[in-house]
C-alpha cells in the first residue's frame, strides 16, 4: 500500500496456481469493492441497485500467459493420543494416519478423496440454547464438505426467510446436509474410512457427486451414502436442477431421495430492481414408510435495497418425508412466510438510512390447524453515515403446544411447558456503534412473556482496537 499526494494505492497479489481457470481465455468476469468504514459507505466497480456480488461483474481483458500448475494437493496427516489410567492401571494408544488428495481434472473441474478423514482441526461449533420443541440447525465446518458446498445447494432452502424465521426452520427440508456424516445423532463421531468428491462447473453445467464410506457405530451397521448434484444455466440470470441421494448414515433402513428446482433471477428491471423466484419438488422413498413422503416450495422476492421491498414464500412437507441426509425439524406441516417493508437513505450529514417493516411465519399442520405463528414489527431501524446502528422491534408468537416440553433441568428442579396454546410478545431494543471505532461493540436487551412466564434477554459484544493502524 502507498500513499500519494491524490489518495492511495493498494496492491494484491494473488496465486493464479490457486484458481480454476482456461488459460486459452484471457477475458475474466472480475469486480472488486471497497468499505469506507469511517463514513458507512461502500463502493465497487460494479454494481446495480447498490448491490455487488459474484452475480453482477465487469470484465477484465489482457490475461495471458499465466502458469496453473499441475492442480495436484495431497495432504497427508497424522493424529495420536495416548490414554493412561490409574485404578486399574491400563495404558492405551492410538495412531491414525489419513490422507486427503485434491487434483483439478480440468480447469473448473475438481476431484477429491479421502482416506480414514481427519475432521480433528474442525473449528468447534457455536453454543446454541435451545428453548423450543424443535432440532436445532448447525452449520457445517469440515474444510472437506465446504470445498464447493454452494454447488449441493437445493432451491436456495436456507437463504430465504426473513426475522421472523429461526435457522431451523429456514433449513427444514433440505434434501442433503453434510452434517449427517460422520456424526452419530447424538453429536458423536463416526470413522469416515473413505470417501471421493467430483464437483466443478462443465459449460452451463454445476456438477457435484459425493460418495462416503461410513463405518459401524453401535447398532447401526457400515454404509455407503451418495449424494449427486447438477443445476443448468437457463435464460440471462436463472438456473434448473436435480438433486439426489442414496443411503442413510444413521440406521439400517435403506432411503433415497430425488428433487428437482429452478431458480428465477431478474438483475436488470427498470429502476435498478430485483425479481427473484424459486420453485422446487422433492420425494423420498424411506424402507417401511409407504405414502406422503413428498415436499414442495414456492418463494417471490423483490430484495431491494432503497425504496419498497417485499417476499412471500411457501412450502409444504407431508409427514413421511424423510430424507435421510437431509434435515428437517419440523413435517406435516405448511411454513408460510411473508414480509413487507420500505428504506430510506436520506442523503444527510448525520443519518444515512431508516428502515420499518413487518416480517410474518406461520406454520399450520396439513391436516388443519395451527403450530405456531410469529409476527415481528420492525418499528425502526436507523443507520447512520459513520456506521452506528439503532433498532426497535416488537415479536408476538402464538405456540401450540400438543406434547409437553423441557426447555431447563438441573439436580434442583425441571421447568416443563405442558400443553396448550400460548401467546406471547417481546420487545427488542438493539445498538451497536461503527465497528470502526478504537472502542466498538453493541447491546441489546428484549423483555417480555414466554410461554406461561416471563424472560429477559441481554447480550452484548465489545472490542477495543489498540491501534486503528
Keep these: 500500500v502507498s500513499v500519494f499526494e491524490e489518495g492511495w494505492m493498494a496492491e494484491l497479489e494473488i496465486p493464479f496456481k490457486t484458481l480454476p481457470f482456461d488459460p ?49 494437493d495431497v495432504v497427508p496427516s497424522v493424529s495420536m493420543n495416548r490414554l493412561e489410567a490409574f485404578a486399574p492401571a491400563a495404558t492405551e494408544a492410538h495412531f491414525e494416519p489419513s490422507l486427503d488428495v485434491f487434483y483439478r481434472l480440468t480447469p473448473s473441474l475438481n476431484a477429491s478423496l479421502t482416506l480414514n478423514t481427519d475432521f480433528s482441526a474442525a473449528e468447534v461449533d457455536d453454543r446454541q440454547v435451545n428453548l423450543t420443541r424443535f432440532n436445532l440447525f448447525f452449520p457445517e465446518k469440515r474444510d472437506f464438505f465446504l470445498n464447493d458446498a454452494d454447488l449441493f445447494e437445493f432451491g436456495r432452502i436456507g437463504g430465504g426467510g426473513n426475522g421472523a424465521t429461526s435457522g431451523s426452520s429456514r433449513n427444514n427440508g433440505r434434501p442433503f446436509f453434510s452434517r449427517r456424516l460422520g456424526l452419530s445423532p447424538s453429536g458423536t463421531p463416526v470413522d469416515l474410512t473413505s470417501g471421493g468428491k467430483i464437483s466443478g462447473r462443465v459449460g452451463p453445467w454445476s456438477l457435484g457427486a459425493l460418495a462416503i464410506r461410513q463405518d459401524e457405530f453401535e447398532s447401526t451397521n457400515a454404509s455407503t451414502v451418495f449424494v449427486g448434484r447438477a443445476s443448468a444455466n437457463v435464460f440471462e440470470e436463472s438456473s434448473v436442477g436435480l438433486i439426489a441421494t442414496q443411503g442413510d448414515p444413521n440406521s439400517n433402513r435403506g432411503n433415497s431421495l430425488i428433487g428437482v428446482d429452478f431458480r428465477y433471477l431478474n438483475t436488470r428491471l427498470p429502476g435498478g430492481r430485483v425479481l427473484e423466484a424459486d420453485a422446487w419438488f422433492q420425494r423420498s422413498d424411506t424402507e417401511g414408510l409407504d405414502g406422503e413422503d413428498s415436499a414442495f416450495g414456492l418463494g417471490v422476492s423483490l430484495p431491494t435495497n432503497s425504496g419498497w421491498r417485499g417476499r412471500f414464500g411457501v412450502k409444504e412437507l407431508e409427514k413421511n418425508f424423510a430424507p435421510a441426509l437431509g434435515f428437517v425439524s419440523r413435517s406435516d406441516v405448511r411454513d408460510v412466510t411473508v ?93 451497536r456503534t461503527g465497528g470502526q471505532r478504537t472502542f466498538a461493540g453493541g447491546l441489546n436487551y428484549g423483555t417480555g412473556d414466554f410461554f406461561n412466564g416471563t424472560r429477559k434477554n441481554t447480550g452484548g459484544q465489545f472490542t477495543w482496537r489498540q491501534s486503528n493502524t
Excluded at 465497487?44 to 496453473?68: C, F, K
Excluded at 453515515?385 to 425441571?414: H, K, M, W
Design 339 to 431: 414480509d413487507a417493508g420500505y428504506r430510506h437513505f436520506t442523503g444527510g450529514t448525520v443519518l444515512q438510512s431508516i428502515f420499518s417493516g413487518i416480517d410474518v411465519q406461520r406454520i399450520g399442520f396439513l391436516g388443519g390447524g395451527l403450530q405456531s405463528e410469529v409476527v415481528l414489527g420492525r418499528l425502526v431501524e436507523i443507520e447512520s453515515n459513520s456506521g452506528e446502528e439503532f433498532s426497535a422491534q416488537y415479536r408476538a408468537t402464538t405456540e401450540v403446544v400438543t406434547d409437553p416440553f423441557t426447555i431447563y433441568r438441573d439436580e434442583s428442579r425441571r421447568v416443563v411447558v405442558p400443553p396448550g396454546r400460548y401467546s406471547f410478545g417481546e420487545t427488542v431494543l438493539s445498538a
Design 24 to 72: 486459452a481465455i484471457d477475458t475474466w468476469g472480475f469486480n472488486f469493492g471497497r468499505s469506507i468504514r469511517r463514513r458507512g459507505e461502500e463502493v465497487a466497480w460494479v454494481s446495480r441497485n447498490r448491490t455487488y456480488n459474484p452475480s453482477i461483474l465487469g470484465l477484465a481483458t489482457g490475461l495471458e500467459g499465466m502458469d496453473q500448475g499441475l492442480g495436484l
